[in-house]
């Protein structure tokens, strides 16, 4: 198995919100797009086009998935996308590089606070 | 009408990416204009769509390839073109100050300068096909699971 995510990093906004969103639950992609404006309070909204242009990708990366099960009595239209594990290797990895940036933000910032203090 | 129009953007993209995603692009419009911001949805959705369309024929299917070397074919025909007329025969006997000295270019050097223009789409096509083999070689490294 190859678990070298490093090269996938960083990851583009858009595709961080896709992955996020599907790391609870699959979801078709009307709901991602839901999802990716909830996460970010509706100031990022992504469109039909983009999402699924960055799905494409995903999914010829193999970090996402088109889920078999789907409710019954839904419109056939409607598809299903899930997070593969490689996916949430990859999500798990980029979070672990943005707490290492934040954390590094935090520290510079605090620098002149402390400076001052003292 | 607006779902009319959308569905006119849908159906130029391109065929692969229409026949995997196209039907839930509409649904998804569908759906959007069913809710109460449906004005700014189609807005949104339009605009969307376009930079789509762009995306789609200029990034992802490879077109950009032929348009290149369309481009390129052009301008090494205007360069070989000029360079003739400018360097050539006609411009050494002073035929180019003639009102008819574009009936003056004989055939074999349109002949040459077609040769030569055609080598160099071929081997501007050959670096540019490799170039982007390598480049999505590296690009898309599929996790082997």
Partial sequence: MDTDYGRFLPLAPATLHILLSLAREDLHGYGIMQEVARQSDGKYKLGPGTLYDNLQRLMDQ?????????PAG????????RLTPAGRGVLASEIARLEEVVHEAKLRLRLPETRRAT | MSRTLYRCLLRLH???FRRQFGGEMLWIFDEASGTDHRFLYSVMFFADAIRSLA??????SGSWKIAVALAGALIQVTIGGLGHLLFGPLSQHGTLRTANAATRIDLDAL???????VSGIVVSVILLAV????FNARRIRAVHL
Avoid: C, M, N, T
């Fill in chain 2, 111 to 117: 002949v040459r300068i077609g040769i030569w223009s």
């Fill in chain 1, 62 to 70: 193999g970090l996402v998935d088109e889920a078999k099960r789907r």
């Fill in chain 1, 74 to 81: 839904e419109d056939p239209r409607r598809r299903y996308y």
């Fill in chain 2, 131 to 134: 170039w982007v083999k390598k």
């Fill in chain 2, 55 to 60: 995306r789609q024929w200029l990034l992802r």
């Fill in chain 2, 14 to 16: 391109p065929r692969e």
